[in-house]
């Protein structure tokens, strides 16, 4: 063949591949492909996902929370803490600890569980503060409701801290291990 007539479809062919990786990663692309991770996370840890709140949970049940407007947010319980202790309320302060994890077949974890992880804990005014926790941290103290309670949830990037620091530019979902202190 004719290196001229050749040549200019080779020149071409960098603008096509970059427009086609243009074209898969959309927000909406991205989107998917998180549910697809958060489907395949439950699957690949044996995940039973329920839809109302049990009156004990089982080790692996983890309550769907699209029922209370928030998609792809998954809880569970793993200690109710002091039921004796005042449940919270909007305007409480909550001293939270927590772990948290990719949901990839190998986790990166980034840890705030200890003093040993961090000096301080994460601190928010229940239901007030969207700087200092995110939606998904809101809605699992919500459930949580005591003090001392621990939880795990599966939290999807629209839940997560999408307007600050690296989150805000990926659609990542993460795992959390949750415990929280009421403080008033």
Known sequence: MNMK?????LALLP???IASSCQSNTYANQLKAEKAL???????NHINVIHEVPDQWGEKDYLDMT????????FHLVAQGDTASEAVTSGDKIVLR???YTLDLNPDTLS??????????VEFTFLTDNVNACQGWHA?????????AE?????????????TGQEQSTVTPYGYDLKIRIKR
């Open 5 to 9: 007539k050749i040549l200019p479809f």
């Open 15 to 17: 603008i096509v591949i």
């Open 38 to 44: 958060i489907a395949d996370y439950i699957k690949r």
């Open 67 to 74: 029922q209370f407007g928030y998609d792809n947010l998954y």
């Open 98 to 100: 927590y772990r948290r």
């Open 112 to 121: 705030n569980w200890t003093t040993a992880d961090s000096g301080y804990p």
């Open 140 to 148: 699992a103290v919500l459930m949580m409701t005591y003090n001392g």
């Open 151 to 163: 939880a795990k949830i599966i939290n999807p990037s629209k839940l997560g801290f999408s307007g």
